[in-house]
C-alpha cells in the first residue's frame, strides 16, 4: 500500500469518484490507500460536495510551505511594500482572493492574473510586470489576458510608453454584470422557443416555459441592481483625517 501525500492525479481521481457517487472506502480501494486517508481529505477540502483536486492540491502546497523554516525573502517578495504592507499577509491574501475566484469557476492562471491586477493601487500591470509578479511564462499571460478581456472582467491600452497595459478599473464589474444578464437572453429565446416545439401545455414545454420566464426575472433584477448600485464602484476613499497642530 502506498504511503506518503497524496499526489495531484490522485486528487484528481478522488474528485472523479465522489461525482460518480462512490463510497470513501471504494475510492480508497481504487488508489490503493486507507479509507482514513481519503476521509480526511475530503473533509478537510470542502466535502463531497464542495472537494475540489486542484484547490485542495493548493491548499496541501501551503500548509506544507508553512511547515518548512523561513527562508530569507526573494523575487518580488523582497521589495519594499507601499503604504507600509505586510509582504507575507499580502502574499497569503493573494492565494486566498484567487482560491475564492476558482471556486467562482475563474480558471486558475484567469484568477491569478484576476487577483494580481485588483491587488495593485493603479489597477494596472504590463504583460512582463505580470510575468514577474506571477513567475510564469509570457504565453499563460497572455492566455489568461485574452480570456479575461473576453469576459470583459479587464480592459487594455496602452501606456505613454506605448507598453500594452492590462487593467480592472472602477467600471469593470459593473460591465461584467451587464454581460452577465445579456448572456442569459439566449438562453431565454432558446427556451421559448421550445415551448412550441414541444407543445404549449405539455409538461416539457411549461418547464421551458418556467425557465424562460425565471431567467427574464433573474436578468432584469441583475440590469436594474447594476444601474442602482453602480455609483457605489465610484466611490473614493475618504481621506485619513488631518492632526490640529494646535490640539495638544
Do not use: C
Request: hydrophobic share 35%; glycine share 8%; no cysteine.
Amino acid at each position: 500500500m502506498p504511503g506518503g501525500r497524496l499526489t495531484q492525479q490522485e486528487r484528481q481521481q478522488i474528485a472523479l469518484g465522489l461525482a460518480d457517487g462512490l463510497a470513501y472506502a471504494e475510492i480508497a480501494r481504487r488508489l490503493d490507500r486507507p479509507t482514513s486517508t481519503i476521509t480526511r481529505e475530503v473533509l478537510r477540502n470542502g466535502g463531497p460536495t464542495g472537494y475540489r483536486a486542484d484547490l485542495a492540491h493548493r491548499a496541501t502546497e501551503r500548509r506544507t510551505q508553512r511547515r518548512r523554516p523561513a527562508a530569507a525573502p526573494r523575487g518580488p517578495q523582497a521589495s519594499p511594500q507601499p503604504h507600509g504592507r505586510d509582504p507575507e499577509a499580502l502574499r497569503e491574501y493573494e492565494e486566498r482572493f484567487t482560491d475564492v475566484l476558482m471556486q467562482a469557476g475563474t480558471p486558475k492562471m484567469m484568477a491569478r492574473v484576476q487577483a494580481a491586477l485588483h491587488m495593485t493601487d493603479t489597477g494596472s500591470l504590463t504583460a512582463s510586470e505580470l510575468v514577474e509578479r506571477l513567475q510564469v511564462s509570457p504565453a499563460s499571460v497572455s492566455k489568461a489576458v485574452a480570456f479575461l478581456e473576453d469576459q470583459g472582467l479587464i480592459r487594455r491600452e496602452r501606456d505613454e510608453r506605448r507598453r500594452e497595459r492590462y487593467i480592472v478599473d472602477d467600471d469593470i464589474w459593473y460591465q461584467a454584470m451587464i454581460a452577465s444578464a445579456r448572456s442569459l437572453l439566449q438562453v431565454i429565446e432558446i427556451s421559448r422557443q421550445g415551448v412550441g416545439v414541444l407543445g404549449p401545455g405539455t409538461p416539457a414545454a411549461t418547464r421551458m416555459e418556467n425557465v424562460a420566464r425565471f431567467l427574464d426575472f433573474v436578468g432584469e433584477s441583475i440590469t436594474r441592481a447594476a444601474e442602482q448600485g453602480r455609483e457605489v464602484l465610484h466611490t473614493k476613499s475618504a481621506a485619513p483625517p488631518v492632526a490640529d497642530p494646535d490640539t495638544p
